[in-house]
């Protein structure tokens, strides 16, 4: 069972950039699809952006051209570039992955806010 180890968060002003990372205890390279969630206190956590094995990626309205996901197959990490943060980005965010069993790390607070 893979677990996920979520970093990179922190306070950043609007318009900064932030890469996010998630570390994963095993091999990637067969998980069909990798993801990042995010989610506000009283909220759904919802879907940010998803990256297939092959590196199709998809990305919610909100984020779309700002917010960018990656994997890296050989290290087992999954990235999002996130720049022209906004105040509404703010946000504990999840990694996922798309294997049965799953279960949600701690993920890591984003902050935006000047």
């Known amino acids: 069972q893979v677990q996920l180890v979520e970093s990179g968060g922190g306070l950043v002003q609007p318009g900064g950039s932030l890469r996010l990372s998630c570390a994963a205890s095993?091999?990637?390279?067969?998980?069909?699809?990798m993801a990042w969630y995010r989610q506000v206190p009283g909220k759904q956590r919802e879907l940010v952006a998803r990256?297939?094995?092959?590196?199709?990626?998809n990305y919610a309205d909100s984020v779309k051209d700002r917010f960018t996901i990656s994997r890296d197959n050989a290290k087992n990490t999954v990235y999002l570039q996130m720049n022209s943060l906004k105040p509404e980005d703010t946000a504990v965010y999840y990694c996922?992955?798309?294997?049965?069993?799953?279960?949600w790390g701690q993920g890591t607070q984003v902050t935006v806010s000047s």
């Open positions: 990256i297939s094995r092959g590196g199709r990626a």
């Open positions: 095993g091999s990637i390279v067969s998980i069909l699809n």
């Open positions: 996922h992955a798309g294997v049965p069993g799953f279960s």
